[in-house]
């Protein structure tokens, strides 16, 4: 089992950068390809970014593009993403996601096994 703990999620206004991080414990990262994805209120849980094992693979949704930036430190056991010009359309609880298949999970959340607890990000105007 892998464990993941997300942080750096806050209240900010709208043209802010925040930077969320993704601390997994249990297991060593680099064997699980990882992901991000954010859930907000009255919606359905969307992709936002993922990258795979060894972080070569880089993948976002379309509406963060340009704006975000996944990245990993697999020797800290540590996934990053960093978000600038954050929009109140940003607005959701964030989630880190591990995924142990052998290829890359993408932006299929039903590939994905482990997920942390979800960190609050509220852009305001």
């Known amino acids: 089992q892998v464990q993941l703990v997300e942080s750096g999620g806050g209240l900010v206004q709208a043209g802010v950068s925040l930077r969320l991080s993704c601390a997994a414990s249990?297991?060593?990262?680099?064997?699980?390809?990882m992901g991000w994805f954010r859930q907000a209120p009255g919606k359905e849980r969307e992709f936002v970014a993922a990258t795979s094992k060894s972080g070569g693979i880089l993948d976002y949704a379309d509406s963060v593009k340009g704006r975000f930036t996944i990245s990993r430190d697999n020797a800290k056991n540590t996934v990053y993403l960093q978000m600038n010009s954050l929009k109140p359309e940003d607005t959701a609880i964030y989630y880190c996601?591990?995924?142990?298949?052998?290829?890359?999970?993408?932006?299929?959340?039903?590939?994905?096994?482990?997920w942390g607890q979800g960190t609050q990000v509220t852009v305001s105007t």
């Open positions: 996601a591990a995924s142990s298949r052998t290829w890359y999970a993408r932006g299929n959340s039903g590939a994905y096994d482990y």
């Open positions: 249990g297991r060593t990262l680099s064997n699980y390809g």
